[in-house]
């Protein structure tokens, strides 16, 4: 199926590996060009090398810190228009609450809400002028099942699935949608050193960290970055126009309830 997106330009954050990675491919086969965006230069140059090598479009890698003043400009002035914007960061440390500090809760609502929040801002007036919009923020499948050691992804993210719910009910008459992808265990560098830190702080081997975790997913497995990926690009179709402020958890089954 064609999408309708060849030829738009996308910010796609937090691109060089993993679920940022994920999505970029996934806009890049469809004909969109790219910015992307990491701390870690070299991977992220090696990224956009891939891409565009693969797929032909045109790809802009700005190595920086998207959390910051400058990085945001810098990102967002690499395109010569953002028709596509893919919020994602990085999640906060996990921990018991009653050790997180308050820089701790400002880091973690910076990069997980304040961020999305402010490219949302620099973004959202130029899609509706020119009738054509997508917003996809990557959260955490901790929004609609919170997980007790990772209070300040919990609060951060529902901060800002709170916030996206009010706006994109305004932006969709102009054919502007805003939406949320909700990630269970998908197989990236941050889960494999999550099971390691679960294994070591337990005294077990890694296997036997991954074989219980595994058992929790009725799939069987762990996501492939690329098949969230697919679901980030129908989000940003021109198909897609009837679909705002939703919430879309991608878990392999995890989340055991009706609704």
């Known amino acids: 199926m064609d999408l309708g997106i060849k030829g738009k330009w996308a910010l796609v954050c937090g691109a060089s590996k993993g679920l940022g990675y994920g999505c970029a491919i996934s806009l890049a086969q469809e004909g969109v060009n790219l910015v992307i965006n990491a701390r870690s230069e070299q991977p992220l140059r090696e990224a956009a090398a891939r891409i565009g090598g693969e797929t032909g479009v045109t790809v802009v890698a700005v190595a920086c810190d998207i959390t910051t003043p400058s990085g945001q400009k810098e990102s967002l002035a690499a395109a010569p228009q953002i028709d596509i914007l ?15 500090t308050r820089e701790m809760w400002l880091a973690a609502l910076e990069a997980n809400m304040l961020t999305p929040i402010e490219l949302i801002k620099a973004t959202v007036d130029k899609m509706i002028e020119r009738r054509f919009g997508r917003i996809v923020n990557i959260t955490s499948s901790s929004v609609k099942a919170p997980i007790d050691v990772l209070g300040l992804s919990n609060g951060a993210r529902s901060g800002l699935t709170g916030f996206v719910a009010g706006v994109a009910r305004k932006t969709v008459g102009h054919n ?81 309830g009706t609704y």
């Open 86 to 100: 893919v919020n994602n960061a990085g999640g906060p440390p996990p921990g018991d609450f009653r050790n997180f």
């Open 176 to 256: 502007v949608t805003i939406n949320n992808l909700l990630p269970g265990a998908f197989d990236t560098d941050r889960i494999r050193a999550t099971l390691a830190g679960q294994a070591k702080a337990q005294g077990v081997d890694v296997e036997q960290i991954v074989k219980s975790r595994l058992a929790g997913i009725p799939a069987g497995r762990l996501g492939d970055p690329y098949e969230f990926g697919q679901a980030c690009a129908y989000l940003c179709s021109a198909q897609a126009a009837y679909v705002t402020g939703q919430n879309f958890l991608i878990d392999g089954g995890a989340y055991p």
